[in-house]
């Protein structure tokens, strides 16, 4: 099935539950009550073989989810207009796209993480494209996986791992050589739930 921007547009009508890094693991400790506010951009762009999601590969030097595949996004700055601005000057930074070429969509439900953050995911529609200059001391990679994909609740996996002395558990769906989880997979997780079967 080949996606179009019309199939977005109807699933960020339909109501959707906010998420969390405690979905799977309640009773796994937070770094504490306060939440900071961030934005990630979901870039989808347009591609003969059908829409595609702009990823990318964080940096291994990182101190923070260092190789791990991420949303181009960041903690709102406080001159940012609103989270949307924050999604679209990180992804600028981030991985060179320029917020001229992308058109708002709509906003995913926040996602809490465990790391205290209250990520809020922009959708942005890509059909211009644009030449990747990735921010080396960030970004180690820019990829796209089909949207279909993501999208598809079949794809999706529930695996777990010991962290900070805890089994906790999350999502992933793993495409080719990369390794999607944590709240990138859930986030894609619950927009698969907006859309609903394919």
Known sequence: MILQQADILRALARPG????????????????????????????????????????????????????????????????ADISATALREAHEEIGLDPSLVQILGQLPAHETVTGFNVIPTIGWINTPWVVKADSGEVAEVFEVPLSHV???????????IWRGQRRSYYCVPYGPYYIWGATARILCGLADQMGPL
Do not use: W, Y
């Open 17 to 80: 539950g906010a998420s969390s890094d405690f979905d799977l693991n309640p009773g796994v400790a937070g770094s504490g009550p306060a939440k900071k506010d961030a934005g990630v951009l979901v870039p989808l762009i347009e591609r003969p073989s059908g829409v595609h999601v702009v990823l990318t590969k964080r940096a291994a030097h990182l101190s923070s989810h260092p190789g791990q595949i991420s949303f181009p996004g960041g903690k709102r700055d406080v001159g940012d």
């Open 151 to 161: 999208v598809t609740a079949q794809n999706f996996q529930v695996q777990s791992r």
